[in-house]
Nanobody
Framework: QVQLVESGGGLVQPGGSLRLSCAASGSIFSFNSMGWFRQAPGEQRELVADIRIRSGGSTNYADSVKGRFTISSDNAKNTLYLQMNSLKPEDTAVYYC??????????WGQGTQVTVSS
């Protein structure tokens, strides 16, 4: 069973930065893609960014985070990252790591809280 463990969330002031990490229990090469989603209170879970683990590591971002967030993976460490810069109060949410295998199975982490507030 795949396990994904997020870390790096916390409280940050507007304009600040955080880096989220997602450690996978096995090789991330078993995944077709990995990504970060977020869910604010009363809102639906939404895609923040995803990355193709192979296929040249192509990435995709939500319009709301383009130019501020960067998704990356360290295949040797089996870890996915999300570097978040210029954070805004509207970025406040629980952030979830997601992985999809080549067979189409989807796995989720437990989530990490990000709060942007002065």
């Amino acid at each position: 069973q795949v396990q994904l463990v997020e870390s790096g969330g916390g409280l940050v002031q507007p304009g600040g930065s955080l880096r989220l990490s997602c450690a996978a229990s096995g090789s991330i090469f078993s995944f077709n893609s990995m990504g970060w989603f977020r869910q604010a209170p009363g809102e639906q879970r939404e895609l923040v960014a995803d990355i193709r683990i192979r296929s040249g590591g192509s990435t995709n971002y939500a319009d709301s985070v383009k130019g501020r967030f960067t998704i990356s993976s360290d295949n040797a460490k089996n870890t996915l990252y999300l570097q978040m810069n210029s954070l805004k109060p509207e970025d406040t949410a629980v952030y979830y790591c997601n992985a999809i295998t080549w067979g189409g199975s989807r796995f989720w982490g437990q989530g990490t809280q990000v709060t942007v507030s002065s």
